[in-house]
């Protein structure tokens, strides 16, 4: 690891200025930052660490059933989340499937959407539950929707000094449902990563949100698909559509674990297994 | 770079030491105090051998900068058996055969214990499932899921 | 068993606290005063010219204490990479200083010039006149050149049963090759019996295919490492984390040109071999080498990326292999091919294609193998070497004729199973061996002759054989005037040895296997020792044991003999007593009694030692069975249910033993399921975890062990080498079992559920 100088501000003001500084990187669990240091990936000179900074951490459910979710919260505290669990189950499910529960005591929720890879495993989830990205910097505050926050691998629109301090995911789905991909049942990044949420209304979709990870080069809604749905019936028929808009809409890429194309298949078989059990969740 | 002062509760014993900010916790227990029951199999935190307890949390130390785990409270392999008696998931791992090399093993035994406090509750599949951040490549696992069950059973019992 | 009190008893091993507590002291754990951390300068390229080397920016950096490439080995035998080196992290250089980020640093800073030349990974690409020639001038008559005979070639796939492009362009291409010669070969090895022309033509079904097995990493927990450290005198000490103490001894003083004597090795606790630990040069020699040139302790450790970049794993191969059998059941033939891929040094295990053969009676045989050299590091030993992957061909193959004469897999191998007395293909006559009872176990055990499989779930069978070796020894064993019994030797402890020497001295010399303890010396005191790999230690260090046991016994009953004044004839040690068989009332000495006694008596303490090389080793088969279920959407594959039975000769301590038995079974369930070493022009390009997949507990059933005890002559009571045989039919299990559950064989591991996909699309899914 190179050597840099390390900063522990106890104000967002004070980070976000330190972090507005050329070659800063901001250190929240450290599961991505520390391994890039040591993999000389990562030569930041200065690192920021967010931990002292008061007010990031934490899970708070609204009246209206609205959750926020501090940047600084642990992944193993979304996972465990009880209002998670039942308003935003694809997140819960999505925030399990990160490497191991060590590495999960240490990894943020908002470290792991900052990274910005396209195979993060809480982004489907925050994707399908429309999640606010709550940004600080010097000059105050803005919100972005989660889907215009990534510009491409490891690129966001964030610009520096800018600091995420929360998630707010405003309108639970009644059903939804996280798939990931993989070889080995833990400890593997995601092939491709698959959530779907749903809104029943009469036994017809309502609404329908699909969140798809690894697939392009930065997390995306297959938008086509969630058209298709609404407002139709959840037939096994119309899953399959689903399914290949969804896989239509994906621009995967061959790499060592697997093909494009085998990518483009899971999308459509996945797209369909979410959006069956996130339905079955809705209608229940 | 400059070196940070530092204080660290490892084992019940108060450190405060001088450390450069990019030495891992995993090297400070190891280099700077060293603690050498803790290992270093991986260093990418894809192998759980470096697992020790911050706070009352199983982390991977070797993600962790020594910095940030300042006025933490640590407890490593070395810290798990008291007054002479090992900890009884130390225990089953031995009357089990849950190790061989022995590589992996304190990082195990530090996760079990870790996931039999929070819930010695856990099935055998649950208990698989929550141990796979921790890699050994010695036993197939059978001996090791056998001890953590018998532990988290004891530990049931007597608490 | 019952005949014995401390041996097939189940104990808790000798190292069992240290193991638990973290106080065990593995390679990286030593930490000598003034110790400086070495770093290797590795290859950026997976072949190139070196044009030049500049250390100039790295020697400034505050903390660097030296710097050495190939001029610095005054020996001459290649340490480092001078003109070209031939794989992606091949050393060209090292560094030591005051702390290992340091050494990192100037590692990076040191500029080295490449010219960059083409690049071969794969075996069937390097055998072709247009590859790239890692060795020789680079023409045609290099040395690397094998002529081969018409006829292997003549050997066609059988189309219709192989589903992978990559195995048919590699046939195609084969079937047009133009020239008799193969390219970039580094060894072969030629074995035939019978004639197979023949036995083929009086086969009533013939089967043919291709199989690809990858290249592996032995993936042991604890990345190597050593603790060199040469004082003023010239005197070297290193502590290594090898299997082979005295082979890392013989091996520095032959690279470095100095006496034996000179070096002293120290073994430290081992975090895993499976074969992979015996190399001299990766880590040991460059620590040697910065701690002459500085004068202070010197660690060098390598991370688990260089594991994979340069360590020495287990090497992928193309068999190509052909069966011939008659519709009621009898193997009449079988024909191999195979390229192994032994990297950019000859060793590749290509001797194991033999085990094509199996444990049938096969009266036609004909075997042939190459190494191949491809940009990769060279290769070592890992768990059972060569056989995991021709097992995998032999038994996936077994199935198909089985398929095709519709005869059930465990009986069609019963059948053809050798018996004592048959003749070995190309080898000696068969000694009595559990073939039978091992299979018979297992399907027992699994519910074979039963067994119902649910939609997209099927079962799979397989055998492995496997033999351990043999090699030198000496244990010396020690009384105390306490009654205590104190083990020295020399050899490494893998994962529970020392627990069964300790167990057979305490059933030999009749106490409690509490009051042994053991003690292992570097090789300035051991007596030598053959390396612990190839499941030798028990076998041999076991049979040691017993002479010294032995010998003390001896030793015992002598002053027994002298202080009761009793004839020896009518002495028995016996409960840790010698006692006097015809004595009314009861008479007896104590060992303790008999330790202090000796201490005053002309003979002296007693001191037992045992010394033992060569005796000939017995045949072990493992046989297992999984199923398992694939999910045709996904193509992921759950195991269901992995029951693995071995016959082990007689299990000295049998928890030792089915952890042998369930450890090699996951090794073998990795290898067909996940674990793979890929390269591209650049090299490895999966140097860690997250995509060399190492199985997780959450991957897995409990592993079922049966322990079948079919005695070896020569072992220890009977015992035989454990540790290997496991992983020899997992391969071949798995690919089996994944053929069932989905009709398709796949014969190219590992079985991706990429591959399983593709696999059913073509087939009509």
Redesign the interface.
């Known amino acids: ?6 900063f ?1 501000p106890t104000t967002l003001a004070e980070a976000s200025r330190l972090f507005a500084e050329e070659h800063a990187q901001l ?1 929240a ?3 991505d930052l ?2 890039g ?3 000389l990936t990562e030569t930041p000179q200065s ?1 920021i ?1 967010l ?1 002292k900074i008061p007010g990031l951490t934490g899970i708070t459910t609204e009246a209206d059933n609205s959750i926020s979710i501090g940047a600084m919260t642990k992944v ?1 505290e979304v996972e465990l989340s009880a209002d998670i669990l039942q308003h935003h189950t694809a997140l819960a499910e999505g925030a399990a499937e990160i ?5 999960r ?2 990894a943020t929720v908002g470290g792991n959407i900052a990274h910005a890879s396209p195979a993060a495993d809480t982004v489907a989830g925050l994707l399908v539950a429309d999640a606010q990205v709550h940004i600080a910097s010097a000059d105050g505050e803005r919100t972005v929707p989660i889907n215009e926050l990534f510009t491409g691998p490891g690129e966001t629109v964030l610009t520096p000094g800018e600091i995420i301090t929360r998630f707010r995911l405003p309108s639970p789905a009644s059903g939804s449902h996280y798939i990931k991909h993989k070889i ?4 593997d990044l995601a092939f491709i990563g698959v959530a779907a949420a749903i809104n029943m209304d009469n036994g017809t979709i309502a609404e329908a949100r699909i969140g798809l990870a690894a697939v392009a080069p930065t997390p995306i809604r297959a938008t086509e698909a969630e058209e298709l749905l609404k407002g139709n019936a959840p037939t096994p028929a119309l899953l399959e559509q689903a399914g290949e808009a969804a896989a239509a809409a994906s621009s995967p890429i061959s790499d060592l674990r697997c093909s494009a194309e085998h990518r483009r298949e899971m999308v459509d078989v996945l797209t369909r297994r979410t959006l069956e059990q996130a339905s079955e969740r809705a209608s229940g | ?2 070196k ?1 002062p530092v204080s660290l509760t490892i084992n019940g014993d108060e450190h405060d030491l001088l450390i ?5 916790l995993l ?1 400070v227990l ?2 700077t105090i ?16 470096c ?1 020790v307890i911050v706070d009352g ?4 130390s ?4 020594g ?2 785990a300042s006025g933490k409270e640590i407890t ?3 810290g ?2 008291g007054d002479g008696e ?1 900890h009884p998931v ?2 089953a ?5 849950g ?8 990082g195990f ?1 530090m ?1 079990s214990k ?2 039999i406090d929070e819930n010695p509750d856990r099935t ?1 599949e649950e ?19 056998e001890a953590v069950l018998k532990a988290a059973e004891e530990i049931r019992t007597t608490t | 068993m019952s005949e014995y009190t401390v041996v097939g008893q ?1 104990v ?2 000798v ?12 390679g ?2 030593v ?1 000598p005063p003034g110790m400086l951390y070495g770093k290797l300068v590795r290859s950026k390229h997976a072949h190139a010219n070196i044009r030049s080397i500049d250390t100039s920016e790295a020697e400034k950096l505050p903390g660097v204490r030296a710097i050495i490439t190939q001029d610095d080995v005054p020996s001459g035998r290649r340490v480092f990479a001078t003109d070209k080196v031939l794989y992606l992290g091949e050393p060209i250089a090292a560094v030591a200083a005051t702390d ?2 340091i050494a990192e640093e100037a590692a990076e800073r040191i500029k080295i010039d490449y010219e960059v030349l083409p690049v071969v990974q794969d075996v069937m690409e390097a055998i072709k006149p247009s590859a790239p020639r890692l060795h020789g001038d680079g023409t045609k008559d290099g040395p690397n050149r094998r002529e081969i005979s018409g006829e292997i070639r003549t050997l066609s796939r059988d189309k219709e049963n192989d589903h992978s492009d990559a195995i048919s362009n590699l046939e195609a291409e084969l079937e047009n090759y133009p020239d008799e010669v193969y390219y970039n070969i580094s060894a072969e090895s030629h074995t035939e019996a019978g004639d197979v022309e023949k036995g083929f033509a009086e086969s009533d079904v013939v089967v043919e295919d291709t199989y690809v097995i990858p290249r592996v990493h ?6 190597h490492v050593s603790v060199a450290s040469a004082d003023s005198s010239g005197k070297i000490t290193v502590w290594a984390s090898t299997q082979g103490p005295f082979a890392i001894r013989s091996g520095i003083a032959g690279t470095l040109g100095i006496p034996l004597t000179q070096i002293n090795v120290i073994g430290t ?6 074969g992979g630990r015996f190399g001299v040069i990766i880590t040991h020699v460059p620590a040697v080498l910065l701690s002459q040139k500085t004068g202070r302790p010197v660690r060098v450790q390598m ?2 990326e260089e594991e994979f970049t340069d360590g020495r794993p287990a090497p992928g191969c193309v068999i190509k292999l052909k069966t011939g059998a008659t519709n009621d059941g009898r193997i009449l033939a079988r024909e191999a091919l195979a390229f192994w891929d032994s990297g950019s040094v000859s060793g590749a295990s290509i001797g194991s294609t033999i085990r094509v053969r199996g444990v049938y009676k096969i009266p036609n045989l004909k075997v042939d193998a190459y190494g191949v050299h491809t940009n990769k590091s060279g290769t070592a030993a890992y768990r059972a070497p060569g056989a995991p992957q021709a097992i995998f061909a032999g038994e996936s193959q077994l199935d198909e004729i089985a398929e095709r004469i519709g005869m059930d897999p465990v009986k069609f191998r019963l059948m053809n199973m050798r018996e004592e007395g048959d003749e070995v293909p190309a080898g000696s006559s068969e000694p009595k061996v559990g073939y039978k009872e091992t299979l018979e176990a297992v399907a027992d055990a699994a519910g074979w002759w039963d067994r119902e499989a649910g939609e997209n779930q099927g079962w799979g069978v397989a055998v492995g054989d496997w033999t351990n070796g043999c090699g030198p020894g000496g244990v010396y064993v020690s009384v105390h005037e306490d009654g205590s019994v104190r083990i020295f030797h020399g050899s490494m402890d893998i ?2 040895t020392d627990t069964a020497i300790s167990q057979i001295i305490a059933e030999i010399l009749t106490v409690p296997y509490e009051s042994v303890t053991i003690r292992r010396g570097d090789t300035d005191s051991a007596p030598y020792s053959t390396g612990s790999g190839g499941s030798v230690v028990t076998f041999t260090m076991g049979n040691t044991a017993k002479l010294a046991a032995e010998d003390a016994h001896r030793r015992i009953l002598e002053l027994a003999s002298e202080r009761l004044n009793t004839n020896v004839d009518d002495l028995e040690l016996r409960d840790g007593k010698v006692h006097v068989t015809s004595a009314d009332p009861p008479k007896s000495i104590s060992l303790g009694e008999l330790a202090a006694y000796s201490l005053s008596t002309t003979g002296g303490p007693i001191v037992g030692k045992g010394s033992f090389a060569r005796q000939a080793s017995t045949p072990a088969l493992a046989a297992q069975i999984a199923k398992v279920e694939v999910d045709p959407g996904t193509g992921r594959t759950r195991v269901l249910k992995l029951v693995a039975s071995q016959d082990v000769g007689f299990a000295i301590n049998p ?2 033993v ?2 042998q038995i ?6 073998g369930y990795a290898w067909a399921m996940m674990e793979e070493m890929q390269y591209d022009e650049n090299g490895n390009v999966n140097p ?3 995509d060399y997949r ?1 199985p ?3 991957d ?1 059933p ?2 079922e ?1 049966v322990i079948v005890e079919v005695p070896a002559p020569n072992g220890p009571y009977g015992a035989k080498g454990v540790g290997e045989p496991p992983i020899t039919p997992t391969l071949a299990t798995m690919a089996n079992a994944v053929k069932d559950a989905i009709g398709i064989r796949i014969n190219e591991l590992p079985i991706k559920p990429e591959k399983i996909v593709n696999a059913l699309k073509s087939n009509g899914h």
Do not use: W
């Open positions: 690891m190179k050597s840099f100088e390390f522990e250190l669990g450290g599961t520390v391994i240091m040591k993999a690192v660490s931990q193993r490497g191991s529960i060590q590495i005591n240490l080995r049942e833990v400890m | 770079m400059a940070l450069e900010p990019r030495k891992t090297a190891r280099d060293g603690l050498t029951g803790t290992k270093e199999g991986c260093s990418t935190g894809d192998c759980g051998a697992t949390k199983a982390v991977t070797c993600m962790v900068l910095v940030t490593t392999i070395e798990l058996a090992l130390q225990q791992f031995i009357e089990t055969g190790y061989q090399c022995g590589f992996c093993t304190p035994i996760a870790a996931l055998e208990f698989r499932h929550a141990l796979g951040g921790n890699i050994c490549r010695c036993t197939g696992y059978t001996k090791i899921l | 189940t808790a091993r190292d069992a606290v240290e193991k638990v507590t973290g106080a065990a002291q593995y990286a754990d930490h290992p980020d032995q993936t042991y927990m604890e990345p606790t081992m975090g895993g071999g499976f991370t688990r994962t529970g928890m030792a089915e952890g369930e450890g090699g079974t996951v090794q860690g975890f997250v190492v997780t507990s959450a897995l409990t592993v062990s």
